[in-house]
C-alpha cells in the first residue's frame, strides 16, 4: 500500500486545525483536496480516520491509534530533511518552537534574536500554549522544542531551567498582618484570580497549602489582566515571578510565608533531539539562559 507523504501531512493538519477549511488554509490548498486526500487515505487503510460533523471533526478510535504512527513518519521525514541540509553544508530549514506566555515574553526574544543571526536560513515558527499542551506536541512531534514545568509525564527529552519563585499579588493598599509575607491568616476568605490552565499544577499546589478552595476563585485570561483586576480590589493574584517581569501595575506582590516554585524546563521530542536544527536551537537557549541566571540556572553541562 503506497501512500503520500503529502497525505499524511494533510491527516495530521486536520488534526491539528480540528476543519478541513482550516487545515486548507494553512496547506494553501484547496478544501476538497483536503477532503479528496483524506478519503483516499481512509480508502488506502480500509477504516475512517475522522467523525464529521457540522462544527468541525474528530479522529475515530481507528484514527486515534495510526495518528501517532503517522506522526512518526512525519517526524522521521522531518528529521532525514535536516539532516541532507547538514550533510550538504546547508543550514536550512524550520524549527517549531512551544512556549507559554511568559516565555514568550521574557525569553524567546533574545533567544530567536541570536539563533537567527547565527543561523538565518532556519525559519523559527512559534506556537504559544500552556505547559501540558506544549509537552503533549512535543511528544507527538508537531513541536521539535517546548517549554514547560515538570512534573513531565510525556515521553520527551527534559532540561530543567530555573526554579520561579510563586509570589501573592494584592491591592495597593493591603498589607499583610505581619507587614512582609503572606500567610494564612492573610488569604483567608479572600477571593483569587488566576488562570485556569494554572489551577491544575503549582497555583493550585500553593493555594491548596493555604486551604483556598475551589470557590474561592475567579478565572482571568492572561497575567496583564490579572494584575488590572488586582489593582481594581477584585482580589489577589498569584503569579511566578518570570511573569511578574514584564507585566505592571499599582499592586503589592508579596512572597508566602513557605515559598513556593515552580521548576520550568525544556524539552524536546526524543526522535527529533539529535536534528541538526533542534541541536542548535537548544545550544541557544542553553547559552542564552546560562548568561541570564548563572549557576542558578539547574540545566548545567
Known amino acids: 500500500m503506497a501512500v503520500s507523504s503529502f497525505a499524511y501531512q494533510v491527516f495530521a493538519t486536520v488534526v491539528e486545525r480540528h476543519t478541513f ?14 477532503s479528496h486526500s483524506i478519503s483516499q487515505l481512509e480508502n488506502q487503510l480500509g477504516f475512517p480516520l475522522f467523525i464529521r460533523r457540522r462544527t468541525g ?3 475515530t478510535a481507528d484514527g486515534e491509534t495510526v495518528y501517532p504512527i503517522i506522526q512518526d513518519i512525519l517526524n522521521s521525514e522531518h528529521r532525514l530533511t535536516q539532516e541532507a541540509a547538514n550533510i550538504n553544508g546547508l543550514t536550512q530549514g524550520t524549527l517549531r518552537l512551544g512556549a507559554f506566555s511568559s516565555v514568550l515574553l521574557n525569553w524567546l526574544p533574545g533567544i530567536i534574536r541570536e539563533f537567527h543571526q547565527a543561523y538565518p536560513e532556519i525559519n523559527v515558527s512559534i506556537y504559544q500554549g500552556n505547559f501540558n499542551d506544549i ?47 503572606v500567610t494564612s491568616n492573610d488569604v483567608a476568605n479572600q477571593t483569587f484570580i488566576l488562570q485556569q490552565s494554572d489551577y491544575d499544577r503549582d497555583t493550585k499546589l500553593t493555594l491548596d497549602r493555604y486551604n483556598v478552595t475551589p470557590n474561592s476563585l475567579t478565572y482571568s485570561v492572561d497575567d496583564a489582566s490579572i494584575i488590572s483586576m488586582v489593582e481594581a480590589g477584585l482580589g489577589f493574584g498569584v ?17 508566602f510565608d513557605e515559598p513556593h516554585y ?7 521530542n526524543k526522535s527529533l533531539a ?23 540556572l539547574l540545566w548545567q553541562k
Open 239 to 255: 503569579l511566578p515571578d518570570l511573569a511578574l517581569k514584564r507585566v505592571t501595575g499599582d499592586v503589592n506582590i508579596y512572597p
Open 57 to 59: 471533526v474528530t479522529l
Open 262 to 268: 515552580r521548576t520550568l524546563c525544556v524539552v524536546a
Open 21 to 34: 477549511l482550516a487545515a486548507a488554509t494553512a496547506l494553501n490548498i484547496t478544501p476538497s483536496a483536503v
Open 274 to 296: 539529535t536534528a541538526p536544527t533542534t541541536t542548535k536551537m537548544m545550544q541557544v537557549i542553553h547559552q542564552q539562559l546560562l548568561a541570564q541566571y548563572g549557576q542558578q
Open 135 to 181: 509537552a503533549e506536541r512535543v511528544r507527538l512531534g508537531t513541536l521539535d522544542v517546548g517549554f514547560s514545568a515538570l512534573p513531565i509525564e510525556e515521553n520527551v527529552q527534559i532540561h530543567a531551567l530555573i526554579k520561579d519563585e510563586i509570589f501573592c499579588i494584592t491591592p495597593k493598599d493591603y498589607v499583610p498582618k505581619n507587614g512582609q509575607v
